[in-house]
């Protein structure tokens, strides 16, 4: 027997002293008290950047609200209604979102870290004991339409779920449980599904233009007209390592002799077009002057790295450490950086003489959350470069070209841009 379940209704002010104290409870304070907002009507009401960790949203109605920035961490939304609610930015780690229906929700850059997304349904016992299932207004384990673009969805558990025409471009899916999940028409561009499990998954029509799916299953997975272009599975991209003829290490050791005797011994390494995936690590190795022009280096360590004057144009560098290297003088045009970590680097002009000098290429990279916190971006050419949602906090960004480039969503302070970089042509700059 199904029996429908009516919602009680919070105005915004019965909510904030709900919020307030749970608040106190979570700090521990006198008067605090967790907050119980199960089977409640909270549509189109804000609760914007509020700490709401560990509260009981089970069968409640969120249609439209605020939840922005908020702190939602192992939150029970059990069969909730979040159609068209707003998560951007918002924390939901270990979330139960079981058979929640996020039909048009926003969940850019929400991080759903080993959050349950299956699917669920509810009963209740009556007085005499029976169970009965409790019928909400919503379509059960849904997110068709929405907005899990940046997303991190790392480990999460989505088995079973209804995602058609959802946009997870550019989420993080690491290890994410999409068994038998309905996701036709779903955007999986730039996405990272390395080691996903896709058994089952029905994904025709898809794009999964330019995603990680090295490590993932994919039994039985329905990919009838996905686009595939440029995704990263396991087979190799271009040539292997072993077809160099010697151990990298060797030829690793050759080049940093020729660079510390200025080519007088050794020789200079060119590893353009190589698959380095299953290389040792490149830490703290002097690459300077390195040629990889486009290489597939992706989720390398390299932090700590000397590239002075490489070349490493078109170079895939998704998710790659190179925090602290010193890039000064590289080439790195139309390379790709998403969810690099850059923090740190140095990425000034290489200073040869008082008249001569080599500033650092980046034009036309993609950067896409990329963290460049930090990071030395003195006189870069970063022209047309795609930063979008890229960490640029603390960066130094004097006389740098940004011409053309893309800055939606990037986290930047207004004093970065206090001594003289360009900016003709930047889309989606917001200080």
Request: aromatic fraction near 4%; hydrophobic fraction near 45%.
């Amino acid at each position: 027997m199904v029996q429908n379940r009516t919602l009680k209704r919070l105005d915004q002010t019965q909510l904030d002293q709900a919020v307030r104290r749970h608040e106190m409870f979570r700090n521990a304070r006198v008067g605090g008290a967790r907050a119980n907002l199960s089977f409640c009507d909270l549509s189109g009401l804000d609760l914007s950047g509020r700490d709401l960790a560990h509260a009981d949203f089970v069968g409640a109605g969120l249609r439209g609200a605020n939840l922005a920035g908020a702190r939602l961490d192992c939150a029970s939304f059990f069969v909730a209604d979040l159609r068209q609610a707003n998560f951007d930015g918002a924390s939901l780690i270990k979330a139960d979102l079981r058979g929640a229906c996020l039909r048009g929700a926003i969940l850019v850059g929400a991080n759903l870290f080993e959050a349950d997304l299956r699917d669920g349904s509810l009963a209740e016992k009556d007085r005499s004991g029976h169970l009965h299932m409790v019928q909400i207004d919503t379509s059960p384990a849904e997110a068709d339409g929405a907005d899990l673009s940046g997303a991190n969805l790392t480990n999460a558990r989505m088995s079973g779920i209804m995602a058609i025409h959802t946009d997870f471009s550019d989420a993080v899916m690491r290890g994410c449980k999409l068994v038998r999940a309905t996701m036709r028409g779903a955007n999986f561009t730039g996405s990272n599904m390395e080691g996903a499990d896709l058994s089952g998954a029905d994904l025709r029509g898809a794009c999964l233009r330019g995603a990680v799916l090295t490590g993932a299953t994919m039994v039985m997975t329905d990919l009838t007209d996905a686009d595939m272009e440029e995704a990263l599975t396991d087979k190799p991209v271009g040539r292997v390592v072993a077809e160099l003829g010697r151990s990298l290490e060797d030829l690793l050791a050759d080049h940093m002799a020729w660079v510390g005797s200025s080519g007088a011994q050794g020789a200079m390494l060119d590893l353009s077009g190589f698959d380095l995936r299953h290389a040792p690590s490149l830490a703290h190795l002097c690459l300077t002057m390195l040629r990889a022009q486009g290489a597939t280096l992706y989720g390398l360590d390299l932090s700590g790295v000397q590239l002075q004057a490489a070349v490493l144009d078109k170079a895939d560098m998704r998710g790659a450490s190179l925090a602290d290297g010193d890039l000064r003088g590289i080439s790195l045009r139309h390379a790709k950086l998403n969810n690099a970590n850059l923090r740190n680097v140095n990425l000034r002009p290489l200073v040869f003489d008082e008249q001569r000098s080599r500033p650092a290429d980046l034009s036309g990279a993609k950067l896409r959350y990329a963290d460049l916190s930090g990071a030395c971006l003195r006189s870069v050419n970063l022209g047309n470069a795609d930063l979008s949602f890229a960490n640029l906090r603390g960066c130094d960004l004097a006389r740098t070209d940004l011409t053309g480039a893309k800055l939606f969503g990037a986290k930047l302070e207004r004093r970065s841009l206090a001594e003289g970089a360009i900016l003709d042509g930047v889309a989606g700059l917001k200080l």
